[in-house]
């Protein structure tokens, strides 16, 4: 797997809202995967949780993650990124949210009572298929 940073086809597929899964890691050592919403930032992933997702605790005890895009017109066009959290934010206007909610569905995230948490993961490895490595 090839360091960060990407290279510029790498970088404009993670730029679109494609279906996204995220891997974290369970205190047991298990893997835990969910589908997620995105965004790719200036070589970094922003991602929202709801404040009691069990993804964002075992970021919280180990920052170690992976996510993988893949390609909306076809999964067999992949991109995985490994890397770790290296922050969180409250997100306590929905901003976040609302970030990712505009970008997928064109509007604004519904629930304006949830408490959101927002995280950033920063990259060191990535591969992808087949897309140019």
């Known amino acids: 797997m090839p360091p960060v940073p990407v290279p510029a086809e790498i970088d404009a597929f993670l730029a679109e809202p494609n279906p996204a899964v995220v891997a974290t890691v369970s205190p047991s050592g298990t893997p835990h995967t969910a589908a997620t919403w995105y965004d790719w930032e200036d070589g970094r992933v922003f991602l929202n949780m709801d404040e009691g997702r069990l993804r964002l605790h075992y970021m919280r005890q180990n920052p170690a993650v992976a996510l993988t895009a893949l390609g909306a017109g076809s999964w067999y066009e992949q991109v995985t990124l490994l890397g770790r959290i290296v922050s969180f934010e409250d997100d306590p206007d929905l901003a976040g949210i609302d ?18 948490v927002n995280a950033w993961m920063q990259p060191e490895r990535w591969t992808s298929w087949p897309l140019p490595r």
Do not use: Q
Not at 99 to 116: H, M, S
């Open 99 to 116: 970030r990712l909610a505009i970008r997928y569905d064109g509007k604004p995230f519904g629930n304006r009572d949830a408490v959101r």
